[in-house]
């Protein structure tokens, strides 16, 4: 019975060696994973501080065109406010003449509405008159006329008379 004893240790030594093993190469696969896990992630924090900090400034730029994309929104809702006011003013003169004028013939309508025509044209010559001035105004360069004379370029002044 002894011997029975003793094999039955033997053979729980045995199998608790082999389950050592085991956990000893486990544990060694293990360790080797975290060490090439750790590796990885060094050179993914070294990639990252190479990264964040154009980022960072990727981001910052981002923002400042959304704050300016939204201050030029916010500057053409005044524009189309201005345009929705005007669509109503005319809007409602035309309602006006539509009910005050629907009797009169074409030609009535065209004597009725002739000093409006002449104010139009009137606002869009002197609009035409103070864009040049204003861009005559701008420029930097004489405006200057240059007659040929046979041997040189003479400059000619506003008033039409040749310098010399």
């Known amino acids: ?12 030594a045995l199998a608790f060696a ?14 080797d994973n975290i060490k090439t896990m750790g590796n990885t992630l060094g050179e993914f924090e070294k990639e990252l501080q190479y990264i964040t900090p154009p980022l960072k400034e990727t981001i910052r730029e981002t923002g400042n065109t959304i704050d300016d994309i939204q201050e030029k929104l916010d500057a053409t809702n005044s524009v189309f406010d201005t345009v929705d006011h005007v669509g109503t003013s005319v809007n409602t003169t035309n309602e006006f003449i539509q009910s005050n004028y629907s009797e009169l013939s074409d030609e009535e309508m065209q004597e009725k ?7 139009i044209r009137w606002s869009e010559a002197a609009l035409k008159v ?7 105004k701008k420029s930097n360069e004489k405006n200057e006329l240059m007659l040929q004379n046979e041997k040189q370029l003479v400059p000619v002044n506003p008033s039409g008379r040749e310098e010399r």
Not at 113 to 119: G, R
Request: no cysteine.
């Open 18 to 31: 082999l389950v050592s093993i085991y956990i000893a190469i486990v544990l060694k696969r293990l360790a």
């Open 130 to 136: 103070f864009n040049m001035f204003k861009q005559t």
């Open 1 to 12: 019975m002894e011997g029975i004893f003793y094999l039955a240790i033997l053979l729980l």
């Open 113 to 119: 509405t002739k000093p409006f025509q002449e104010a």
